[in-house]
């Protein structure tokens, strides 16, 4: 199943390495702990610039976005076989 | 880079891993595949396939529309690495890249570590998905033509002319950077069949048959340096943009405001170069086969969209349409730097600091923030592309 959306998250965000790591989100009532970040690129659309992370668990994929315009997170995107 | 794009759609989606994935432009069923995973390509679904087809020859593929951003980051990041082995790092497209590593190893063996060591950091640094073929040789084309026949996910190296020879045994005259089905006749129509007949031809006859380029090419096969690898970015020859429309149609009214969005985007490009341009060329591809293609030198340089467009419509506006149009294709070329020369046009310089005014707009809110009223209703229509051996 495939899913594209665009919906508000809260995030729990490890700062290491020198890197922004994602490790849980919380989405409709759910918690989903973050098992691997596959991806992580950005984009910039005018004066915002976006990160995307590309984000698995042993069951899904998502697509999250960090907006740092506003610092907001959201989720786009949804896989699961 | 190992099929690139799917490559990159799988790295992000784990649960894509080991299965048909077809990258497209736009997902519909005359959509077609602009790059395919190495298991759609086993299965016979290649680039240029149609949504349609690839679904019926693989029912489980996966299609995925393109995102530009992503594999551009993935490539930043990629040609970074490469940096950290060499300062003459040369990027020819999204996926492929040359190193001048002389002066930097003392050997192949040496050369071949590097490439050892880039693939495992490429894995490592970037994602455990992505793959990369390697070639290595004394110049830069054998270097190409090694990569391109390497097998994926190795390194093919050719040492001295012996292995050349071996490499170049039969090998298809296409199978060589430069050479395409037009060159081939002309080779063929000389008695070259082969890449080892080229090689041993008559470095003088094919010269005086084929000019420069003919020369060029049995310097390429014979192990002489033309070009140097150069981290410098030359002046393109040329810079369009072309659109596979999503509604086949003669009409021109319709046709003209996809062709403004490419004039404003071949526009933008050519002043972020800080060029002009001399010469327009527009490009209509039909729904069976064929299509027309118009060129011509302008009386003026070309810098602003409106200029580019004005020249083209013109061109439009002459042609009498019989069949269906499918792709619509406009680029300038004859690139010179913007001279600021006066002309008799007075309102020229205040039109080229408008566009440059309005260029600085989008660049800070975002792209057709500040559009000509006539592109009104054009957003969705020829979006973000990564052209064919392009960077951008």
């Known amino acids: 199943m495939h899913e ?5 998250i809260d995030v729990l965000v490890e700062f290491s390495d020198g890197k922004v790591l994602p490790n849980f989100f919380r989405w409709q009532d759910r918690t989903y702990k973050i098992e691997k970040i596959n991806l992580v690129h950005s984009e910039r659309q005018g004066n915002d610039k976006i990160y995307y992370f590309s984000v698995s668990n042993n069951v899904n994929f998502f697509r999250l976005a960090f907006f740092t315009r506003d610092l907001s997170w959201r989720i786009q995107e949804l896989y699961y076989d | 880079m190992n099929s690139y794009f799917a490559s990159v759609e799988q790295q992000a989606n784990p649960f894509l891993r080991g299965r048909s994935v077809g990258v497209c432009a736009y997902d519909s069923p005359n959509g077609i595949i602009l790059a395919s995973s ?4 086993e299965k016979g679904i290649k680039t240029g396939c149609k949504i349609i087809n690839a679904k019926f020859i693989d029912p489980d593929i996966f299609i995925i529309e393109n995102e530009p951003a992503k594999y ?3 490539t930043e990041k990629f040609f970074n690495i490469l940096r950290d082995y060499t300062n003459q790092v040369e990027p020819y497209s999204i996926d492929e890249s040359f190193m001048e590593l002389t002066g930097w190893v003392k050997d192949f063996t040496a050369a071949e570590k590097i490439a ?9 640094e970037i994602g455990e998905w992505l793959e990369c073929s390697i070639g290595i040789s004394w110049t830069k084309f054998l270097a190409k033509f090694a990569g391109d026949i390497a097998p994926k996910k190795s390194t093919l190296i050719i040492r001295n002319q012996n292995e050349l020879d071996a490499f170049l045994k039969d090998r298809d005259l296409k199978d060589a950077w430069g050479i395409n089905k037009k060159m081939e006749l002309r080779l063929n129509s000389l008695g070259i069949f082969n890449l080892s007949d080229l090689k041993n031809y008559d470095y003088l006859k094919i010269k005086k048959q084929l000019g420069k380029y003919g020369y060029y090419l049995w310097c390429h096969v014979n192990g002489q340096e033309i070009s140097q690898v150069s981290e410098k970015e030359t002046l393109p020859k040329s810079i369009g943009h072309s659109y596979c429309i999503p509604k086949r149609t003669t009409n021109k009214k319709y046709l003209s405001m996809i062709l403004l969005k490419l004039c404003e985007k071949t526009g933008r490009r050519l002043r972020s170069l800080g060029l002009e341009a001399h010469r327009i060329n527009l490009n209509l591809a039909f729904v069976d086969t064929g299509g027309i293609n118009k060129s011509f030198k302008t009386a003026e340089a ?3 969209s409106e200029e580019i467009f004005h020249e083209a419509e013109k061109i439009l506006n002459e042609l009498n349409l019989y069949f269906l149009i499918r792709t619509v294709a406009v680029s300038v070329s004859t690139l010179s730097p913007l001279s600021k020369q006066m002309t008799l046009f007075q309102d020229k310089f205040s039109q080229q600091n408008l566009s440059l005014a309005l260029d600085k707009i989008n660049d800070k809110y975002g792209e057709y923030t500040v559009i000509r009223g006539q592109m009104w209703g054009s957003k969705d229509l020829a979006q973000d592309r990564i052209g064919f051996r392009k960077l951008i």
């Open chain 1, 4 to 8: 594209k959306l665009d919906e508000q």
């Open chain 2, 38 to 41: 190495r298991e759609a390509k």
């Open chain 2, 72 to 74: 551009r980051t993935v």
């Open chain 2, 116 to 124: 050892t060591e880039i693939r495992t950091r490429i894995k490592k």
């Open chain 2, 302 to 304: 070309m810098f602003t």
